[in-house]
């Protein structure tokens, strides 16, 4: 795996990715394939939506179907017919908001399947094995992900295991393929932040990534500490911000020099009924839309603003319809994918400063 | 709309039917879209997978999104976006099979919504409005259908108010796309079923159907019958058995000579993981399939077959996801419409006896 910075502009920047499964241009939204597919969405899909990337989720994948089934199979990329690169998650961040009883120890982290109860137990060892099981191409520190609020001393103490934890990921790594990026945590202070950046960065590796945001703090808790800290984080490498957001929050990162982006949301909404347009967020489910013979968004080129109405939209979403879920997500992935196409071609031709404000008033 | 018988063997053959959205090359089964949607598949897959009529449900969609805003935004061709010929049922299955406190006079059907319990009456004058208001290229006369089991004498009343609704539902026509085909009761006795036969086939309609099958019956009696009735019917006009089958029915039915299908039992089943394959059905959430890597139907050139391993269609369906049923869904639709199409090639090739008895040795 290599990066190269392509064009910056202040901090924002474009860069070149390459893994083993191909090039990935960035800045970019990962859609996120928790369970081995990208909610009601195919691989051909994905692809003609521009997706280059996919995440997978550690936990889920390791629980059903079993990382040693996937290895069986070819690995996920395989398993799942997907020909791009995979990032997967530690399976840190679910343990502690998803399984049951977790018991953390300087080892690891000891928990109980959601799905059955069934006992587990995750290392920084071990998830590294899961990941390069699965075949990963980016693959993620095993980290501790404190909540907030959380005081200075849990998160100087959080941090500096998540210091140790990355070393040991950093040692069991075996497979050449798979790259192993740091995660930065530190909570919502600045003072910690920059301390854990020093630590992470200190080991040197092929990529960091910023974790612990979206843990319910203001978001504008975030966005000034990803204004400060993006640009410090290390210039030739990428810089990924996880779990992270909305269009706004997207675009205000790129212009704090992050690269990638992953987020449930965009998909998740989308079976809520909420959908993101050029004219802002709307809610399909609104009775003005009963007769309106429109597409959803003027402004996108996809296949769901081209071939239907909002009015179709909004039947689809009240009568339950699968067809609804399945045509949002793909309009809201479309949107997301292509916010990040013009981020890069703005980046790219010097009028990063025009569409940074165009996108902040059409979705601040 | 025309038709035309262009291949006879025996008593089966191959015909092409001409509406205003285009023409059909029967025999044919038509996908159901209740709710205006096949569920979880676009518009472009039903091209894709060689789907020429797809069936719209006159019950469902009355009550919502309402056949007066249907109409507001052009019909249902347009409201939904699909190009070719659309079939309506006139709602009457629906109405004494889903809504509640049914209320049978001369005049109609008076019932509740299963939805939230509102009002409606069905009359066939409103039944005939309802589906011109949608623009079904094909709508179905209003007509009684009978449970299982039911007297003589239940069924020969009933039989005959089906026969004077279909007189109203005839002089109730007034848009001349749309074409109106007469229903064949009769119950599950082969004196009735003719007496029906001869009572319905002496108004003059530009094609003919069987109903009241599929209501709890032993299979072979329905076999039977339309071994007997089938041939019996309007040779110069299409024959449509409503609401069957499995692909053994199928093949049979078409041995007899009808044109027409229409069944949920492809799609219905497909979301419970049950899959129709050249080898026989199977169900896809068997341990069996864990580990296996091959394709869910060696015969089959779907996009399912050709993309995705019977280990990778398990994992989604245990898992929950909504791709399981789009793509089961898919396949098993696309399955179908193969059966249709090897077929009419056999009738057109004369090799129709050994396409049937292979079918009947694989899916007997």
Redesign the interface.
Known sequence: MSFKVITEHNDARTGLLKTSHGEIQTPIFMPVGT???V??????ELLEMGAQIILGNTYHLHL??GED?IK???GLNK???WKKPILTDSGGFQVFSLSKLNKISEEGVEFRSHLDGSKHFFSPESSMQIQMDLGSDIIMAFDECLGHPATKDQIEKSMAMTHRWLKRSKAAMTRKESKLFGIIQGGLNLETRLKSLDQICSVDLPGYALGGFSVGEPIEMMHELVKVVGPKMPKDKPRYLMGVGTPKDLILSIDAGIDMFDCVMPTRVARNGTLYTWQGKINIKRAEY??D?GPLDPECDC?VCT???R??LR??F??G???S???NTYHNLYFYLKLMERAREAINNGTWDEYRDDCLKRFG
């Open positions: 369970r081995a597919t909610k009601a969405i195919t691989n051909d059903r179907p089934n069986t199979l070819g398993f799942m017919n009963k007769l013979s296949n071939n239907y109405s009015a179709y039947h689809l009240a009568s319809e699968m067809l879920a399945r045509l």
